[in-house]
Nanobody, 119 residues
């Protein structure tokens, strides 16, 4: 059974940085896409960044391009989201998810980690 455990959230001032981690277990992830999503207060969950496990191709939401970087560590099956130049608008609960190719949907989700950016 796939398990995703996020960590690294917290409180940070605007302009600061945080790195989120997602430890994945329960299967091999070579045929997967890992994603980070976030849910802002009162809004629907939205895509933030994704990475193809094999090859490392990445994509980002326009709102985070140039500020956030997604990466993965094959050895530890961990996916990271480095968040720089944080803004109060980035305040949200951040979720890690895995999409088992060729599925078009994300199949498994973590429990989320809260990020609060103060102005």
């Amino acid at each position: 059974q796939v398990q995703l455990v996020e960590s690294g959230g917290g409180l940070v001032q605007a302009g600061g940085s945080l790195r989120l981690s997602c430890a994945a277990s329960g299967r091999t992830f070579s045929s997967c896409i890992m994603g980070w999503f976030r849910q802002l207060p009162g809004k629907e969950r939205e895509f933030v960044a994704g990475i193809k496990w094999r090859g490392g191709a990445t994509n980002y939401a326009d709102s985070v391009k140039g500020r956030f970087t997604i990466s993965r560590d094959n050895t530890s099956n961990t996916v990271y989201l480095q968040m720089n130049s944080l803004k109060p608008d980035d305040t949200a609960v951040y979720y890690c998810a895995v999409r088992l190719l060729p599925s078009s949907d994300y199949d498994y989700w973590g429990q989320g980690t809260r990020v609060t950016v103060s102005s």
